[in-house]
């Protein structure tokens, strides 16, 4: 199953919106720090509402003990950035994959769209707006995951 991994979120009701995007499809989820609050956040908590004990949560304290991380599970780490080289929707997902998300002011940091096998972008009809709000994001890149590999009934 493929898994989701913030790198550096900074809104905590963002990160609570997507545990329970998460939670409700049984997709784990990778906290990579620096984060811009607690976990403890009552922002983040009241986001994800009374699902948190339906997260499978995972905190990595940086880039560089989530890469290890991931490197000994497996997988490919899959960028999703505004500079993207080619549409999500282009891309043929894996089960194992690793769906990276950056923070919602800077993206996804250099070093982490360097390890990334692929990066993909969610393509916008209007050219001035820059981005999605991160939640959003996650879940059309998770869904569009899931429908390919065949978990949507």
């Known amino acids: 199953m493929v ?3 913030l790198v550096n979120p900074q809104i905590p009701p963002n990160t609570g919106n997507i545990a329970r995007t998460c939670a409700a499809t049984c997709t784990e989820l990778h906290l990579v720090g620096p984060l811009g609050f607690e976990i403890s956040d009552r922002y983040l908590k009241r986001a994800g509402l009374d699902y948190w004990p339906y997260v499978s949560l995972n905190y990595h304290k940086a880039i560089e003990e989530f890469i290890s991380y991931s490197e000994n599970l497996g997988g490919r780490l899959i960028g ?6 080619s549409s999500f929707s282009k891309l043929e997902f894996q089960d194992q994959d690793w769906l990276l998300f950056g923070s919602e002011t800077n993206g996804l940091p250099s070093e982490m769209i360097n390890a990334c096998s692929a990066t993909v972008y969610i393509p916008m009809t209007q050219p001035g ?5 991160l939640s959003v994001s996650v879940a059309i890149g998770l ?3 899931r429908r390919q590999l065949g978990y949507l009934a």
Do not use: I, K, Y
Not at 80 to 85: H, I, L, Q, T
Not at 129 to 133: D, G, I, K, Y
């Open 3 to 5: 898994r989701v991994v």
């Open 80 to 85: 999703f950035s505004v500079a993207g080289s």
């Open 129 to 133: 707006v820059r981005s999605l709000n």
């Open 143 to 145: 869904f569009e995951a």
